[in-house]
T-cell receptor, first 110, second 116 residues
């Protein structure tokens, strides 16, 4: 199955800083999603982005499917952005069988 | 409902007992997924249902695990003869479809299962 690797594993920022999180995947995908898990454990979908670029407020994401990576950009970070960011991918006929990366733990200090 | 609802939110059970975990997806969502999250294994796929198609059960870790989805809506995950390694947070998600636009998952808050 697909392997998903995320980097960096940990990231510490001061409020207002920008950051880029990376997700590499081992095979072609037809389903790629980014999630944020808040400190209370709730997983929130940020983007469904198997290819192309999307933006939502201070967050944006780009997936370059031919090079098998996706990037999540966080601008002007806030303390509420803290938590774990997961990338998850699926390919072939297993559209619904997302494989999750190990996550990037983001801490934003005031 | 407005979101994916899971019950119970916490469950403590004795080793060897059976447990049932319930998931109510968002109304109109045809696809439903079960994952589990534990410290050592991260987020693992268990099973998914899409409409009337046969479920993809390829992630179930053993034959002690089973799931059903009745009427294309509510789903129940059953673990028989629970073991300590079954302790984890069991997460349910739903989506409008399993492909194409609108495919983003909405997760519930999970059921924290502790086997003692």
């Amino acid at each position: 199955g697909i392997q998903v690797e995320q980097s960096p594993p940990d990231l510490i920022l001061q409020e207002g800083a920008n950051s880029t999180l990376r997700c590499n995947f081992s095979d072609s995908v037809n389903n790629l999603q980014w999630f944020h898990q808040n400190p209370w454990g709730q997983l929130i979908n940020l983007f469904y982005i198997p290819s192309g670029t999307k933006q939502n407020g201070r967050l944006s994401a780009t997936t370059v499917a031919t090079e098998r990576y996706s990037l999540l950009y966080i601008s002007s970070s806030q303390t509420t952005d803290s938590g774990v960011y997961f990338c998850a991918a699926a390919g072939g006929t297993s559209y619904g069988k997302l494989t999750f990366g190990q996550g990037t733990i983001l801490t934003v200090h005031p | 409902g407005a979101g994916v609802s899971q019950s119970p939110s916490n469950k403590v059970t004795e080793k060897g007992k059976d447990v049932e975990l319930r998931c109510d997806p968002i109304s109109g969502h045809t696809a439903l997924y079960w994952y589990r999250q534990s410290l050592g294994q991260g987020l693992e796929f268990l099973i998914y249902f899409q409409g009337n198609s046969a479920p993809d059960k390829s992630g179930l870790p053993s034959d002690r695990f089973s799931a059903e989805r009745t009427g294309g809506s509510v789903s129940t995950l059953t673990i028989q003869r629970t073991q300590q390694e079954d302790s984890a947070v069991y997460l349910c998600a739903s989506s409008l479809a399993d492909r194409g636009a609108g495919y983003g998952y909405t997760f519930g808050s999970g059921t924290r299962l502790t086997v003692v």
